[in-house]
């Protein structure tokens, strides 16, 4: 086979295992296996006088297209989608949180500049909000191009992520957000509703020290949660 | 051509029965089904993965990543104790099968 032709064959095949990563129950072994059978099949098809591109839509054909191969993959990789899901879940959560961090920081030294330019507090005020509301919806934006395939930054920057890895990911964020502000908005209306101004805030102040306690903790946990499922998802045991 | 239900009950024992003969790898395999059956057992290629790895996590096979000659990366399988003891068992069965129709169709059908 000519450089050309190899060049050729190597574009094909990139633009299939695009395709393939895109489907949740292949891993990546699966995928370089399922790569050597293609090339093997276009290397056997093109001595019979197809060219490349004949010789690799045969060979594509009889493989099967992604979305069978992904059916039939997922009766043994059931284990290990739900390993990717659950990671891209909890990894949600952490960058939620990692995110929300720097973006207060910035917001914070951004209204520091601007009050040392002298703008009034309350310009101040409205630009820094501003700013935060920008970058949340352009955060969100980026999130929901990849989620519908149609953004490929994150996918060619992240290994392994692909648009299921963007729909996980803001389905546990989306979730914890609905939980999480439900029972905080019902349980404070009825401890309002139920206790004195007194008592409410004492309660109020003990939480607090709660919160400020416990963070760190659940962001260590979420940490070494993901950090135990990467192995599962990133080096499958059958490597 | 072999019907789809055919195609797929018989694949454990011809993976199994092909892996008896040495260790191999998914292609390979599939060439060996088409030549041996004459063209009329056609799998989708793809779907054969699937099949290996569910008798790898049995047990029946053990898969080994290796460098082929062409320098490129392959999954090789081979046979386990495991495997051929199921392979015998499958060979019983499907020779069962063989001789019941072979009494009731006559010999030349089974044998052609």
């Not at chain 1, 393939?20 to 093997?40: F, G, K, V, W, Y």
């Not at chain 1, 879940?89 to 990692?98: D, F, K, P, S």
């Not at chain 1, 914070?108 to 935060?132: C, E, H, M, R």
């Not at chain 1, 008592?199 to 709660?210: E, T």
Request: aromatic share 10%; hydrophobic share 45%.
């Amino acid at each position: 086979m000519g450089t050309k032709t190899v060049c050729q064959l190597d574009d094909l095949v990139d633009s299939w295992k695009q395709r393939a990563r895109e489907c949740e129950s292949l891993r990546s072994n699966d995928i370089l296996e399922l790569e050597q059978h293609l090339r093997d099949s276009v290397d056997s098809l093109s001595t019979t006088g197809l060219d490349i591109q004949e010789s690799f839509i045969v060979a594509l054909h009889r493989i099967g297209n992604t979305d069978q191969l992904g059916i039939e993959f997922n009766k043994t990789n059931g284990g290990f989608v739900w390993s990717r899901r659950i990671f891209w879940m909890v990894g949600g959560y952490i960058l939620l949180m990692l995110a929300r961090l720097t973006i207060d920081a910035f917001v914070d030294a951004f209204q520091l500049v601007v009050n040392s330019l002298g703008l009034t507090p309350k310009l101040a005020a409205i630009l820094g909000a501003s700013l935060t509301v920008a970058i949340w919806l352009g955060l969100l934006r980026l999130m929901c191009s990849t989620a519908s395939g149609s953004s490929a930054y994150l996918r060619t920057r992240i290994p392994d992520f692909s648009r299921w890895s963007a729909i996980w990911l803001s389905a546990s964020i989306l979730l914890v957000y609905v939980v999480a502000y439900a029972s905080k908005l019902t349980s404070h209306f009825v401890m309002f509703r139920s206790l004195g101004t007194n008592d409410f805030s004492q309660m109020a102040i003990i939480n607090a020290y709660f919160e400020a306690a416990w963070s760190p903790l659940l962001f260590l946990i979420l940490v070494l949660t993901a950090a135990s499922l990467k192995r599962r998802v990133f080096h499958p045991s059958t490597a | 051509m072999i019907s789809k239900e055919l195609v797929a009950a018989s694949s454990r024992p011809l993976i199994l029965a092909i892996l008896s003969k040495g260790e191999d790898y998914g292609y390979s395999i599939i060439q060996q089904v088409r030549e041996l059956s004459d063209n009329k057992i056609e799998w989708t290629e793809g779907m054969l993965y699937p099949v290996l790895h569910r008798l790898e996590k049995e047990g029946l096979i053990v898969a080994t990543w290796k460098e082929s000659d062409s320098g490129r990366k392959r999954k090789y399988y081979r046979l386990s104790a495991t495997g051929g003891e199921s392979l015998r068992r499958e060979r019983e069965q499907w020779f069962a099968v063989h001789t019941t129709l072979g009494k009731l169709w006559g010999r030349r059908l089974c044998v052609n």
